[in-house]
């Protein structure tokens, strides 16, 4: 079965670039009803959706980070990468990476997330 | 719209029955997915679309949608069930994930 494992530094100085990767394991990332996810949850608080990345490059961003966000993707080492630019104590969060699933049910297509990662919390001190 | 609005917290006897709610206008053109997330863990989806199951989940939990509110209904709750519930569904434009604020359920 497909699992997600995040990997990067969980301390992160203010103004610098976050920057976590994760690793595909157990399947392929090459499917065009998948894209490659980066969601995170501030301590206490509820999930927010960051971004995606489709296998051949197509993204999408939340309105509220695309100025400071990049996702990329090595499909050669079923890996995909989050950048996220000057950052500040507010973006102190665990971050998981999830495949969203694209579905069509009923006439409407839809999305899920499944499997998550564990996640990793990133820390910027204030 | 681009929000999906939760009740914060809701509370159920053992053994009852919970509606969870999740209102929003996109849910009027797209499905919603249910997450369920215990202190300290990934969450891990638990129905999406119509009322789907993924392998694991047990048949206690299903789901619903009327115009712009979906549910997720647990019919005899477990203990094991007491957790943070989270929507989450594509926004009004089609081009964004949203989630919900995120329901506490708390089994007495």
């Known amino acids: 079965q497909v699992q997600l494992q995040e990997s990067g530094p969980g301390l992160v100085k203010p103004s610098e670039t976050l920057s976590l990767t994760c690793t595909v394991s157990?399947?392929?990332?090459?499917?065009?009803?998948?894209?490659w996810s980066w969601i995170r949850q501030p301590p206490g608080k509820g999930l927010e959706w960051i971004g995606y990345?489709?296998?051949?490059?197509?993204?999408k961003y939340s309105p509220s980070l695309q100025n400071r966000v990049t996702i990329s993707i090595d499909t050669s080492r079923k890996q995909f990468s989050l950048s996220l630019t000057s950052v500040t104590a507010a973006d102190t969060a665990v971050y998981y990476c999830?495949?969203?699933?694209?579905?069509?049910?009923?006439?409407?297509?839809?999305?899920?997330?499944?499997?998550w990662g564990q996640g990793t919390l990133v820390t910027v001190p204030s | 719209s681009s929000e999906l609005t939760q009740d914060p917290a809701v509370s159920v006897a053992l053994g009852q029955t919970v509606r969870i709610t999740c209102l929003g206008d996109s849910l009027r053109s797209y499905y919603v997915s249910w997450y369920q997330q215990k202190p300290g863990q990934a969450p891990i989806l638990v129905i999406y679309?119509?009322?789907n199951r993924p392998s694991g989940i047990p048949d206690r939990f299903s789901g619903s949608t009327s115009g712009n509110t979906a549910s997720l209904t647990i019919t005899g709750a477990q203990a094991e069930d007491e957790a943070d519930y989270y929507c989450?569904?594509?926004?009004?434009?089609?081009?964004?994930?949203?989630f919900g604020g995120g329901t506490k359920l708390t089994v007495l």
């Open positions: 989450n569904s594509r926004d009004s434009t089609g081009d964004h994930l949203i």
């Open positions: 679309g119509k009322s």
């Open positions: 990345i489709s296998y051949s490059g197509n993204t």
């Open positions: 157990g399947g392929s990332v090459n499917s065009d009803d998948y894209y």
């Open positions: 999830a495949r969203d699933v694209e579905y069509y049910e009923s006439g409407i297509y839809s999305d899920y997330f499944d499997p």
